[in-house]
C-alpha cells in the first residue's frame, strides 16, 4: 500500500542505515541529491527491465503510464512531441484508417489563451461546432495551451469547425477541425521494448490480411510510413518525476542591499532595531532616519542566524519613532562560515514510491554512498603512500 512520505523522511532513513552501516551519516544536501536521483533511475530502469520481459504491469510502474490518447499524423507522416511529452518507452499503438465521415480526425493550429492552470487534462470535452462527444488531451504551460490531441473522435462536425474547452482559470483557447473521417479500424501494434531504443526505432503493424505501416521512433516526433494514416492512437510510459531534497543556504546577515526608504518617518538615530521579514530571525541594525525616509547605511550590529540571500527585510514603525512606512532592504551577502544547507519543503520534490520502493532506492543510494567512501579512502591512501615514498 502506498504510503505518503517526504523526501525530508526519506533523507532521515538514509542517514539511520549509513550509521548502522559504517557510512558517514552526515551527507551533504548535494551528494544525498546526487545518490538518491542516480538510485531512483537504477530502481526505475530494474522495474523497466522486469516489465518488459513479462509485458506485465506491475504497481510500481503502472503509474507512470499515459490514458490512450490520439495523435494526428500530419500529411508528411510526421507526428511532432508536443512539449513535456517526456516518452520513454511505446506500450502500444494503434492504426485508424481515413475515411469519408464526420468524426474528428485532425486539429489545426490552435490559439493558445492565456491564465490556465498549468498541467495535463487527458479525456476534456471539446465545445463547439456542429457536432458533439469529441474530447481532447490538452497541455497547458505558462497557463497557455500548448498541445491539444483527439482523443474521441465524437460525430456531425465539420472541417473549420471552431472549438474550444472549459478549462479552470483561464480564457481564449480556439482550435478549428481540419480533417475529419468515417468510421475507423484498430489495428494494434507490436511492442517496441527498451532494449529495442538507439537514436530510432521501427516496429510493424501486423495484421493476417494485409500489410500496415512502419513507424520509426525519433528522438522528438513518430514518422509513418505510409503517411496517410491519419491519426494513431497511443499509450506510453513517461518519465518519472524524480524526487529532490530542497535545501537553502542561510546563515548570519552580512551585508545588506536595496534600500527603500520608504515615508513618514520620525528623524533620528535608532540602536538595536530589530529587522522583521525574510526567513531567519534576530537580526538588529542600527536604522537612521532624515527627511523623513531611511537613509544609507542600515547597520547590522547582530546578525541574526538562518537567514537567506534575496531575504527582504524591514522594521516596525514603533522601533523606528512611531511613524512611518514603506522601509525595506536586502539580504545581499551572508558572513562566510555562517553558512549552511537548511531543509525547505517547498522547494523539495517528493518522492512518489511506496514504502517498499523507497526502502529499495535507499538500499540503493547507500551502495552509490559506500563506494564513493571507499573511493575516498583509496585516494587518501594511495597520496599518503606517495608521499612517504618521496
Given at each position: ?27 551533504t ?13 537504477k ?11 513479462t ?7 503502472s503509474?507512470w ?16 512531441f ?15 484508417v ?14 493558445p ?5 498549468d ?15 469529441a474530447?481532447?488531451?490538452i ?17 456531425g ?15 481564449g483557447f ?14 494494434p ?19 493476417p ?7 520509426t ?24 518525476i524524480?524526487?529532490?531534497?530542497g535545501?537553502?543556504l ?10 527603500v ?17 525574510g ?6 541594525a ?19 542566524k ?32 555562517s553558512?549552511?544547507?537548511?531543509y ?7 518522492p ?39
Amino acid at each position: 500500500m502506498a504510503v505518503a512520505y517526504s523526501i525530508d523522511d526519506v533523507k532521515k532513513l538514509f542517514g539511520y542505515r549509513a550509521g548502522t552501516r559504517g557510512i558517514s551519516s552526515n551527507v551533504t544536501a548535494d551528494k544525498f541529491n546526487s545518490f538518491w536521483n542516480s538510485a531512483e533511475m537504477k530502481f526505475f530502469n530494474q522495474l523497466h527491465a522486469e516489465y518488459a520481459k513479462t509485458q506485465t504491469i506491475s504497481d510500481s510502474i503502472s503509474k507512470w503510464m499515459t490514458d490512450p490518447m490520439f495523435i494526428p499524423v500530419n500529411a508528411n507522416g510526421i507526428f511532432q512531441f508536443f512539449t513535456n511529452m517526456n516518452l520513454l518507452h511505446v506500450d502500444s499503438m494503434s492504426n485508424y484508417v481515413p475515411a469519408t465521415g464526420s468524426n474528428i480526425a485532425t486539429l489545426g493550429t490552435l490559439t493558445p489563451g492565456s491564465g490556465y492552470t498549468d498541467g495535463s487534462y487527458p479525456q476534456t470535452p471539446l465545445t463547439g461546432g456542429t457536432g458533439s462527444g469529441a474530447t481532447a488531451y490538452i497541455v497547458v504551460l505558462n497557463g497557455a495551451i500548448v498541445a491539444c490531441l483527439p482523443q474521441l473522435q465524437g460525430s456531425g462536425y465539420a472541417v473549420n469547425d471552431t472549438l474550444s474547452a472549459s478549462l479552470s482559470g483561464g480564457t481564449g483557447f480556439s482550435i478549428k477541425v481540419t480533417s475529419i473521417t468515417g468510421a475507423t479500424q484498430d489495428n494494434p501494434v507490436t511492442r517496441v521494448e527498451k532494449f529495442l531504443w538507439s537514436a530510432n526505432t521501427s516496429s510493424s503493424y501486423e495484421y493476417p490480411t494485409q500489410q500496415y505501416p512502419i513507424y520509426t521512433q525519433f528522438s522528438n516526433h513518430f514518422e509513418f510510413a505510409p503517411k496517410n494514416i491519419g491519426f494513431a492512437k497511443i499509450v506510453y510510459l513517461q518519465q518519472p518525476i524524480w524526487s529532490y531534497w530542497g535545501y537553502n543556504l542561510q546563515g548570519y546577515i552580512a551585508t545588506l542591499t536595496g534600500l527603500v526608504g520608504g515615508t513618514g518617518y520620525t528623524n533620528g538615530t535608532y540602536t538595536n532595531v530589530p529587522l522583521t521579514g525574510g526567513l531567519g530571525n534576530g537580526a538588529l541594525a542600527t536604522i537612521v532616519v532624515s527627511g523623513g525616509v531611511v537613509i544609507n547605511p542600515v547597520q547590522i550590529t547582530i546578525p541574526g542566524k538562518m537567514y537567506l540571500t534575496g531575504d527582504v527585510l524591514s522594521a516596525a514603525a514603533a522601533n523606528i519613532g512611531g511613524t512611518g512606512t514603506g522601509f525595506s532592504i536586502t539580504v545581499s551577502s551572508l558572513v562566510p562560515g555562517s553558512i549552511r544547507a537548511f531543509y525547505n519543503p517547498a522547494i523539495s520534490v517528493q518522492p512518489l514510491w511506496n514504502s517498499d520502493d523507497i526502502s529499495t532506492i535507499v538500499d540503493l543510494a547507500l551502495a552509490d554512498a559506500a563506494i564513493a567512501a571507499r573511493d575516498r579512502e583509496l585516494t587518501n591512501f594511495a597520496e599518503n603512500t606517495s608521499n612517504k615514498i618521496q
